[in-house]
């Protein structure tokens, strides 16, 4: 049974209406987001368990990715080469740049999870999901969700009844737009890069033009 739209899905995002500006399409390695779109101000938590303004990262290019732990396939390669990137940067380009990982999971991704995760995966930069004690929580992360352009279908077990500590059935898969979405030091997305067209040089080519626009 597929569930559509919040709090437990959203399926086939829309594009929202928002500022652009100007570019030229093809200009990156990756799929240029033409026009290019502004990325709304939003809050969420990390795996501190810490309240993350994105208002902290503005002025830096973003290199963001969406993930949930429990993903079975390209999640942790996700992981394992933003790490990768990262450290292909000098020093100079690693301080402005900011990477953050955004989870399509809040039901299961709590903060002690993607603590757990990033301790796996062996990075540091933050991990970001959201309260689900209430809708308006879980509207924040979708709002993200929406804003990125990320489709999401979550999909219960016919016979799944029990429940998880983070309020949900335990027995779900899930499907997303997987990847990264650079964003410029303006704070509009530029770039998007997917399993389809994944190449980790390039994207940090397109991470460095975007650093020195």
């Known amino acids: 049974m597929s569930i559509r739209l919040a709090p437990f899905a959203v399926v086939v995002m829309l594009l929202v209406t928002g500022c652009v500006t100007p570019s030229d399409p093809d200009l990156y390695h990756g799929v240029d987001i033409f026009p290019a779109k502004k990325t709304l101000q939003f809050n969420l938590i990390d795996d501190t368990n810490s309240e993350f303004n994105s208002s902290s990262i503005e002025g830096s290019v973003w290199v963001v990715g969406f993930v949930f732990t429990n993903c079975p396939d390209f999640c942790s390669t996700v992981t394992t080469e933003m790490k990768e990137i990262q450290d292909s940067l000098t020093d100079w380009e690693r301080r402005n740049t900011s990477f953050i990982s955004i989870t399509v999971d809040p039901w299961r991704d709590g903060p002690m999870l993607l603590t757990q995760y990033k301790e796996i995966m062996n990075v540091t930069w933050p991990h970001l999901t ?84």
């Open 130 to 213: 959201t309260n689900i004690d209430s809708e308006n929580n879980l509207s924040r992360i979708e709002d993200v969700w929406t804003n990125f352009e990320i489709g999401l279908v979550l999909t219960e077990s016919q016979n799944s009844t029990s429940t998880s500590g983070r309020g949900h059935t335990v027995y779900y898969s899930i499907e997303h737009t997987n990847g990264v979405v650079l964003v410029d030091a303006n704070g509009f997305q530029q770039v998007q890069w997917t399993e389809d067209n994944w190449n980790t040089t390039l994207i940090v080519e397109d991470v460095r033009m975007l650093l020195n626009d």
